[in-house]
């Protein structure tokens, strides 16, 4: 049983021999290859590609390959800043900028510094504009990282910041690295290379470096949409018995809306006669009582420009105001809350016929 044991024993290690003889040569071979580079231009120290003005040779891209892929395999703790390394050259290759064999970085950042987006807990003493000054950023870019309308920070606060001049910006459910590019700017390979995509590219809810990126100005924290009033611009004919039984509007059109008092007809009444508020007050009461209330005025049966026109028809009575009388005797007027609308102005015609329907304060 001993013997048979010890056949099994070695019949195992002849399995994992082969594999252990590969690795070892392919580690000799890229150690051996590079040792001659260490104290020139060509090593693999990525401070040495800064010194060299972010220049790489062919040859070190290709043991950069061979050492990416075999950390890789290996599970080294420090495979993925190889493969970063890599990944960098890779995109120098792919962009085209070679001379005499030698590969020139097109403006990516070095991998041996800050990159992505940088987590900052305001400090006392610290304000947005120093913090800002310190790292080479605007206000605007921290603001809009994170969401502010203003520039106060508490002490305390945790800032997303970008590593570079741009802004940092959370990835939104349908976002792709090419809709974030044309909205918000940058390129596809400064968005990868700073933010280590190239393996899982963009993700909803990640928060990325957009370089020298902005927001567009409806997405910015301090926007303010504009209210949007109603309009109305038909022109339309209109009869209501208690604005007096034959009292059609003619030409009817929206004057938009004034907010003022309760939106109702007397509040219009009194904006347009400041002087009839100012002698009566609110003594006048409702719609239907101004003509009999009205004793300090001159009321009677003639449209003029300027008066308050009335009718005590209806539950509360109607006012308005004439803007001016025409030659044919219809009248041009302005009232509020015609149509039991609130707050809007319309303008219209009263045809002679029935301007008589209507006393008129002066």
């Given at each position: ?67 990416a ?65 310190a ?9 809009w ?18 590593s ?37 590219g963009?993700?909803e ?16 924290p ?71 209330r ?69």
């Amino acid at each position: 049983m001993t013997a048979k044991k010890k056949k099994r024993d070695f019949s195992l290690v002849k399995k994992i021999l082969p594999y252990f003889l590969v690795g070892t040569v392919t580690l000799l071979v890229a150690f051996l290859g590079s040792l001659d580079k260490q104290s020139n231009e060509t090593s693999l120290s990525l401070d040495n590609f800064v010194a060299n003005d972010y220049k790489v040779s062919v040859d070190q891209m290709s043991e950069l390959y061979v050492v990416a892929d075999l950390s890789d395999a290996l599970g080294l703790a420090s495979a993925s800043d190889v493969a970063s390394n890599y990944v960098i050259t890779t995109t120098m290759y792919d962009s085209g900028q070679t001379s005499a064999s030698k590969l020139e970085k097109p403006n990516l950042t070095n991998i041996s510094a800050s990159r992505g987006v940088i987590e900052y807990t305001v400090k006392e003493g610290e304000t947005m504009e120093s913090i800002a000054s310190a790292r080479g950023l605007t206000t605007d870019q921290i603001r809009w990282s994170n969401g502010l309308k203003t520039t106060d920070v508490a002490v305390d606060t945790v800032l997303y910041l970008p590593s570079t001049p741009g802004i940092v910006y959370t990835v939104k459910s349908g976002d792709t690295l090419e809709s974030i590019v044309e909205k918000y700017g940058s390129t596809n390979e400064e968005i990868i290379a700073l933010n280590d995509l190239e393996v899982s590219g963009v993700t909803e809810g990640a928060r990325i470096v957009i370089k020298d990126g902005s927001l567009p100005e409806t997405e910015r924290p301090e926007y303010v949409a504009p209210v949007v009033r109603p309009t109305y611009t038909t022109t339309y004919t209109y009869t209501y018995s208690y604005l007096g039984s034959t009292s059609e509007r003619q030409n009817m059109r929206s004057e938009g809306y004034l907010y003022i008092g309760g939106g109702q007809c007397v509040d219009y009444a009194l904006y347009k006669r400041p002087d009839l508020k100012a002698l009566y007050g609110w003594s006048l009461g409702n719609a239907n009582t101004w003509a009999a209330r009205a004793t300090q005025s001159v009321v009677d049966r003639t449209p003029s420009a300027g008066a308050i026109f009335q009718t005590a028809a209806g539950y509360f009575g109607h006012v308005g105001y004439v803007e001016s009388v025409n030659g044919d005797g219809s009248i041009e007027v302005t009232e509020m809350n015609y149509g039991y609308i609130p707050y809007r102005v319309v303008r219209s015609t009263i045809p002679a016929s029935a301007v008589g329907n209507f006393f008129y304060i002066h």
